[in-house]
């Protein structure tokens, strides 16, 4: 009784810690680009595709992209039953009897069996597809499509493929095993499978070859497993763990001698020995495994009912998602005993053998930073953020050090005395007197003891420092007369010092000279280090881009990437021990056997897959032939693989153009040319994965780019000679006849440029006098009414705007500030005539720069003075003009308004009519032909806008927009 209960009391342990450490896994659903989450089964073909059977129909994998093959004579959506002919052609069938192949990445109907009409199974046997349901056996050939042998079956038992040949085929009747080596032969007794009475109770799963032997599985409530010896009949009952009971198992698949048995609680990854099922591990348990399949980089995929995805690309990499949560220190106690710190400050002692995780009586309030087991008194050093602690294992008790300091490492000198490392100095601590020695008051980031030297080296914030103990001398290490600036170090069993610098990698130092180093150039995954750990001649180092294993012994490097399983590049902490590492990362903590974890990557197979000419698809031809004008080309290729697309990448060579091999930009799988010059040119195209430096085969296409007939040396010796003929007798025939055109045009642009000019300089004459009379009429009119003194004030005012005038009218251009002060000075004089019923206003956009804006000088005026007389003379009162000047931005125009309260340019003109002499405005007609003059000669767009305001039909004044290309 008490052996039964320690074997159950050990099974149930065993399982417990089955699931809480499992091999790392990648999840796929359909936020990463899966276009389903329900799969009915897996296929990993001959050249690296996987193909999915799922609810939503059949897709292909190439490691890059997911692509649906559909067919529009298919009915329904599910697809099931993937497997592959002898042509290597994947097949599948669906519920409706159906059943379809892949041929030129289509998927083609192969025949739709009415009578069927339900999923049924099927295998291959040389050129025959093998229906089978629970009477018949059909044997169809796949070249006619006929039927042309049926056999009986009578005991139900699923039949299956035995052999990957094709050349015989197995199945069982009436609880025998039977195979067929040609379809006009008989069948071939092979083994019983035993009586019908052994079979009644659970649903069958079929037969399976495994070690020589075949194996019968069948299923319900629980499992059950048979032996049955070949050519015998001889039949051994497996006996299957209790643990499997109310499991439901609907398949076994076998991969590399492992049987898995998929079911609705996940997949158990089982072998048989002494006839007994033994359990090695279970993945994914919350989860309907429909199918399991090995792809041909080693990556395991399982596809699942209503969950996605998953992979594990290295069986090796465990995971302790249930043991362990958020641990942030991590270091050995011995090869069978871990220390771990979580983030909730306790610290733990883990036994790997047994699994027993015991629990210190300490919890820290900091993070833990490192710790240090002392075997003389069993005790371990713990440094926290804040403090240290002497914790005594036997007796589960702890003391204080003395004087708190926040410990970053911590190394054995002797068994009195420790060397650490603080943000403030590189320090000895006796832990029996709890005294420290402080030898540098400096930020020191880690320290160590190197045994065989006697000294101390340390990594500082002012570079990598040896200590000479006897000489209590700290001295710079040097590289390349430089300082080093690092932050982890590790010794080698030969007396090496490693230091890991920020970002040039890894240097090593022995006797205070530098020996070796590890960058990018000679394989290290990248330059920035995250952590290192020594053990023997190893030293094992996390970057930002993988986890490597540098064997100094063999001088060689061994690289763990995402590729290879990692879930993460952030690793925090790195114990090694004799055959294992345990590493922690922000994803958790994983193991590995470091004997087994890395895999031989195997190198890409690269493919050419699409051609495109000209934005045209086209076959890959044996050789590429273009015109030179239609030579843009783009070539794609891809190499199948789980993430391919982040792991490999491609090169190219294009002899003929360039002697240089190319790198391709990470993720992107195409060459694109624009043009080429005519020639013959041999494209070549390599990839590698990374951190490898075996490239896979080398695709070649030859290209020729052809000359366009007008390059040809005849054709252009032709087109010269006609050329240097047609152009002598030209210029002999037309050399006179342009001279005389190009006389006469020069004389005619001659006089119509003094023509403008002279017209400009008439009408400015006669536009200043005219102004002048204007104004004497407003002098005149306060002299009649004998106000002396405005009209002294006026003819002061007047003087100056004359002055102003005469200086305009010698410039052909005036700044815009100039011509405001004129306006101004202007609407003042015509103010004081209009005594208080005139307002006006001028408003400048204040982004204009009114010293640099030229316009052209007696502009504005005459149209604010037809304003004044014309609109606003005859208003009775509340006369109003405003001027506003501001800037188009989008067309570099000044745009200036005139805007008057008037009576309208139709009710001054019928007040016009009825005056004596009927007076005709010279200005307005003046100025026009002078705008039209100052177009013609500046090539400009000077623009005059009148528009008539109203209010219910009675006017309102007159809006004068004029617009001046500015001239700065």
């Known amino acids: 009784m008490k052996k039964n209960t320690a074997f159950f009391l050990i099974l149930f342990f065993s399982f417990f810690f089955l699931n809480a450490q499992e091999p790392l896994s990648i999840h796929l659903t359909e936020k990463d680009g899966l276009p389903d989450i329900e799969f009915y089964d897996l296929l990993a073909d001959k050249d690296g595709f ?36 002898l042509k290597g052609r994947v097949w599948c069938n669906n519920l409706a009897g159906q059943f379809f192949y892949v041929e030129n990445n289509k998927l083609h109907l192969f025949k739709d069996f009415e009578d069927i009409n339900t999923l049924v199974d099927y295998y291959f046997f040389e050129n025959y597809l093998v229906t089978i349901n629970n009477k018949y056996i059909s044997f169809t050939n796949l070249n006619t499509k006929k039927n042309e042998r049926v056999l009986k079956k009578t005991d139900g038992i699923p039949s299956e493929e035995l052999n990957d040949n094709f050349k015989d085929f197995h199945f069982s009747s009436n609880y025998n095993l039977f195979k067929i080596t040609d379809i006009n032969k008989e069948k071939v007794f092979v083994s019983s499978l035993g009586s019908k009475d052994e079979y009644v109770r659970g649903r069958k799963i079929g037969f399976k070859l495994y070690d020589k032997k075949y194996i019968l599985a069948q299923s319900e409530k629980e499992l059950s497993l048979k032996i049955s010896e070949i050519n015998t009949s001889r039949n051994i009952q497996i006996n299957v763990p209790e643990y499997l009971n109310g499991i439901l198992i609907h398949k076994v698949t076998i991969i590399k001698n492992t049987l898995f048995l998929l079911s609705n609680k996940g997949v158990f990854s089982t072998s048989i020995k002494n006839n007994r099922l033994i359990i090695n591990d279970c993945y994914f348990k919350d989860n309907y495994v429909t199918e399991v399949v090995l792809d041909k980089n080693e990556n395991y995929w399982f596809s699942t009912l209503r969950n996605g995805v998953f992979i594990i690309s290295n069986k090796e990499i465990k995971v302790y998602n249930q043991l362990f949560d958020n641990i942030t220190t991590l270091r050995k106690k011995n090869d069978k005993t871990l220390f771990l710190a979580s983030s909730n400050g306790t610290v733990e002692e883990y036994h790997i053998s047994t699994k027993a995780i015991k629990k210190l009586n300490f919890i820290s309030n900091t993070a833990v930073k490192t710790f240090y087991y002392i075997p003389k008194n069993n005790s371990l050093l713990i440094g926290t953020s804040n403090y240290a602690v002497n914790y005594n294992l036997s007796n589960n008790s702890f003391k204080s050090i003395n004087e708190s300091a926040a410990w970053k490492s911590v190394d054995f000198i002797n068994n009195d005395n420790y060397l650490v490392s603080t943000p403030n100095s590189l320090s000895e601590i006796n832990i029996t007197t709890k005294q420290y020695k402080h030898l540098i008051y400096k930020r020191t980031y880690a320290a160590l003891y190197a045994k065989k030297e006697n000294s101390y080296y340390a990594t500082m914030i002012d570079g990598f420092l040896k200590y000479n103990i006897n000489k209590k001398k700290g ?8 300082r080093v600036y690092g932050s982890k170090l590790a010794e080698l069993e030969d007396g090496t010092i490693w230091v890991a610098t920020h970002n040039k990698g890894l240097f090593a130092f022995k006797n205070n000279t530098f020996v070796d180093s590890l960058v990018v150039k000679n394989g290290l995954t990248s330059n920035v280090i995250n952590q290192i750990e020594a053990y023997k001649n190893e030293l094992w180092i996390s970057t930002e881009n993988g986890l490597q294993k540098y064997d100094k012994t063999n001088k060689t490097l061994n690289t763990l990437a995402k590729i290879d399983g990692l879930n993460s590049y952030a690793i925090d902490n790195i114990a090694v021990l004799d055959s294992l590492v345990f590493i922690t990362t922000n994803k958790g903590l994983l193991s590995f056997n470091k004997h087994k974890v890395f895999k031989k990557r195997k190198i890409p197979e690269l493919y050419f897959t699409q051609l495109i000419v000209n934005d045209s698809v086209k076959e890959f031809p044996k050789e590429l032939k273009l015109k030179e004008l239609e030579s843009n080309f783009k070539v794609e290729f891809n190499s199948n693989g789980f993430q391919s697309k982040e792991n490999v990448g491609y090169d190219y060579l294009l002899e003929g153009f360039s002697n240089n091999w190319n790198a391709i930009e990470n993720g992107i799988n195409f060459i694109t040319f624009n043009t080429l010059p005519s020639g013959k040119f041999l494209l070549k195209v390599r990839a590698k994965n990374k951190f490898q430096t075996a490239y896979s085969n080398v695709l070649l296409l030859p290209i020729t780019v052809t000359k366009p007939f007008y390059k040809t040396f005849w054709f252009l010796l032709f087109v010269l000679s006609l050329v240097v003929f047609l152009i002598f007798i030209y210029f ?5 006849r342009l001279r005389k055109e190009q006389k006469i045009a020069l004389e005619k642009e001659k006089i119509t440029k003094e023509l403008v000019y002279s017209q400009l300089e008439n009408l400015r004459s006669q536009m200043n006098p005219h102004f002048i009379f204007n104004a004497l009429n407003s002098i005149q009119d306060f002299i009649i009414l004998n106000e002396k003194k405005l009209a002294r004030q006026y003819l002061v005012k007047f003087s100056k705007l004359i002055r102003i005038y005469l200086e305009h009218s010698q410039n052909d251009t005036v700044t815009l ?11 003042e004089l015509e103010k004081d005539r209009f005594n208080d019923d005139f307002i006006f206003n001028i408003h400048v956009d204040k982004n204009l720069h009114l010293e640099q804006i030229f316009i052209p000088s007696l502009l504005l005026q005459p149209y604010v003075e037809n304003a004044l007389k014309h609109g606003l003379l005859h208003k009775i009162d509340n006369k109003k003009l405003d001027i506003l000047f501001e800037k188009d931005n989008n067309s570099s125009t000044l745009i200036c308004t005139i805007l008057d309260n008037g009576i309208g340019r139709e009710a001054a003109a019928e007040i016009n009519k009825k005056r004596v002499g009927n007076h005709k405005s010279f200005a307005t007609s003046a100025n026009q032909k002078r705008i039209n003059l100052l177009n013609l000669a500046n090539n400009s767009n000077l623009e005059i806008v009148i528009e008539d305001l109203s209010e219910n039909e009675i006017a309102t004044g007159t809006k004068i927009i004029i617009k001046i290309p500015i001239n700065q």
């Open 475 to 482: 001295t710079y290490l040097k590289y390349k007369n430089k």
């Open 732 to 736: 002999k025939n037309q050399n006179k």
């Open 50 to 85: 996987i193909w999915l059977a799922a609810d939503k129909g059949l897709f292909k994998y190439n490691g890059r992209e997911y692509q649906l093959l559909d067919n529009p004579l298919k009915r329904g959506r599910s697809l099931f039953g993937l497997k592959t002919d």
């Open 817 to 827: 500030a100039e011509e405001i002060k004129a306006l101004r000075l202007y609407l």
